[in-house]
């Protein structure tokens, strides 16, 4: 059975996903990164080997995300693609008419525009934390509640307070002041969530035209008050993909397939052996021109396997040059 990986790796999560030919999910791996991008590539592949019939036989591979020049080389990828474009195929192939996507994450968030099934716009978070998974982590971390229970708390909510949310400094005293007034915690858990919309909508969505169909990707959209609120703030319905948090993966897996399937070439996928493989990864700057790049490279047994970072290509082409 011809079988095509996909690996997500973000600061937050490592997800991978793998499918058949014919474009069907067949398994799927979901974990925290944890500051461990090829430690987690490795037990994400691990997992995923565990979950995939005898008979599978892996023809291509893709990576996405921050960490995915970095997941290429370990894997051996046949594809490196960037986030926007594998959560813009991802939602393409279950909604074919989507318009825009919605995609909020541990600790960035990002906003596509299609129109006719391209990807004619984007936006994304800056440093702010705000309009991101973590934000709401934290409060609930404060509340002593679990994402689950926030999420179903906030539901009941009938009557929801405002909650400044530009910041996650002034949410958190403003959540404090409402509960010290006697603001039920449910109406106070969906204010937050408003708030968190509200947010991402002001700056990462700031000036895009958002039409419908509407699809919300990435973890936080488990999140079925966040779900709401968008809905209840957009005017539109909201369409949550069944796996919306490796929707990443799942659209670096159909690049590779599709990749693979038109250029009919052999994999360089490395296998599942890689898992057993001790990295080593390190960092310089390079000093060729003023921009001073940081150079990242990934090291095997003192044989460097690739430089990645800069602003041009001086060291991609060189893995044996010295760093000094």
Not at 145 to 172: K, Y
Request: proline content about 3%; aromatic content about 6%.
């Amino acid at each position: 059975m011809e079988v095509y990986l996909g690996i997500d790796v973000g600061s937050v999560s490592t997800k991978l996903a793998a499918i058949n030919g014919r474009r069907e999910l067949l398994a799927s791996t979901y974990n925290q990164t944890r500051g461990q991008p090829i430690e987690m590539v490795q037990q994400g592949l691990a997992e995923l080997k565990s979950q995939l019939p005898t008979d599978a036989v892996i023809s291509g591979v893709a990576t996405t995300g921050s960490a995915r020049y970095l997941a290429g080389v370990i894997a051996g990828a046949d594809l490196v693609k960037n986030e926007i474009t594998s959560h813009a195929i991802a939602a393409l192939h279950f909604v074919p008419d989507v318009q825009t996507i919605i995609e909020i994450g541990g600790q960035d968030s990002k906003i596509i525009i299609v129109r006719d099934g391209i990807v004619t716009d984007f936006g994304m978070n800056t440093v702010c934390a705000a309009g991101t998974g973590s934000f709401l982590d934290h409060q609930a971390l404060r509340l002593n509640l679990g994402i689950e229970e926030l999420s179903r708390r906030a539901l009941t909510s009938t009557n929801p307070v405002r909650i400044a949310g530009r910041c996650t400094v002034f949410a958190e005293s403003d959540m404090v002041h409402k509960q010290q007034i006697g603001h039920r915690t449910e109406d106070i858990l969906l204010g937050l969530c408003q708030a968190l919309v509200r947010n991402y909508l002001a700056n990462v969505g700031i000036g895009k035209e958002i039409k419908p169909p509407v699809v919300f990707q990435g973890g936080v959209a488990y999140n079925q008050a966040i779900v709401r609120a968008f809905g209840e703030e957009l005017g539109l319905e909201i369409t949550v993909p069944k796996n919306p948090a490796i929707m990443g993966a799942f659209g670096a897996a159909l690049l590779s397939q599709e990749e693979m399937s038109h250029n009919h070439r052999m994999t360089s996928f490395k296998g599942f052996g890689v898992v057993e493989t001790r990295y080593h990864t390190s960092s310089f700057i390079c000093k060729s021109c003023p921009n001073q790049c940081e150079i990242a490279q990934l090291s095997q047994n003192s044989h460097i396997l690739a430089r990645w970072g800069g602003r041009c290509d001086i060291w991609e082409n060189q893995p044996e040059k010295a760093s000094s």
